[in-house]
T-cell receptor
Framework: DAGVTQSPTHLIKTRGQQVTLRCSPK?????VSWYQQALGQGPQFIFQ???????QRGNFPDRFSGHQFPNYSSELNVNALLLGDSALYLC????????????FGPGTRLTVT | GENVEQHPSTLSVQEGDSAVIKCTYS??????FPWYKQELGKRPQLIID?????GEKKDQRIAVTLNKTAKHFSLHITETQPEDSAVYFC??????????FGSGTRLQVQP
């Protein structure tokens, strides 16, 4: 049984560019949450997707958008990249009827130069 | 929204000693409090959690206590080992809302 997977592992982009990160949830999980973890800090919530809709959003600008597909996988898109967007982006999955257990993927390390 | 504060930011102990990490939260409606361990370059791993209807939970060398009145919870690691060295994060959650994380504690266990 595969756990949460993310791609790519690492990514280097230039300021102003756009990036798409991908996440496949743990088998049986239907809810996907995205977090941004800057170096030396705790993860910060970006948004959560359930039933292909954004159910909850953290304090992130509209440059951050997402999508959930019918197979529950999800994408995170960031437009007009800033240097401050450099971070580890973590995807976490859970079951809606059992929200307490949330499992994290390995993350995507994004570097903006 | 929820705010979680975590102390200390760094903690160094001798192998075999105990380690305690403390967190406070602001939202009295929070009802779920997990602890994650994150090793360098790896994903956060859930090590123990507690719900608001329980005051204490133990799993081998790890225990978590919760004081709902004071809105704080703590992680206790006994008989620490070098492999316990990592960054530990507390978090709080209300229902299906997102987790709010603390700022992390870097634990160093000296052999």
């Amino acid at each position: 049984d595969a756990g949460v997977t993310q791609s790519p592992t690492h990514l280097i982009k230039t300021r102003g560019q756009q990036v798409t990160l991908r996440c496949s949830p743990k088998s049986g999980h239907d809810t996907v949450s995205w977090y941004q973890q800057a170096l030396g800090q705790g993860p910060q919530f970006i948004f959560q997707y359930y039933e292909e809709e954004e159910r909850q959003r953290g304090n992130f600008p509209d440059r951050f958008s997402g999508h959930q597909f019918p197979n529950y996988s999800s994408e995170l898109n960031v437009n007009a990249l800033l240097l401050g967007d450099s971070a580890l982006y973590l995807c976490a999955s859970s079951q809606d009827f059992r929200p307490y257990e949330q499992y994290f993927g390995p993350g995507t390390r994004l570097t903006v130069t | 929204g929820e705010n979680v504060e975590q102390h200390p930011s760094t903690l160094s102990v001798q192998e075999g000693d105990s380690a305690v990490i403390k967190c406070t939260y602001s939202d009295s409606a929070s009802n779920y409090f997990p602890w994650y361990k994150q090793e360098l370059g790896k994903r956060p791993q859930l090590i123990i959690d507690i719900r608001s209807n329980v005051g204490e939970k133990k799993d081998q060398r790890i225990a978590v206590t919760l004081n709902k009145t004071a809105k704080h919870f703590s992680l206790h690691i006994t008989e620490t080992q070098p492999e316990d060295s990592a960054v530990y994060f507390c978090a709080a959650r209300t229902g299906r809302r997102a987790l709010t994380f603390g700022s992390g504690t870097r634990l160093q266990v000296q052999p």
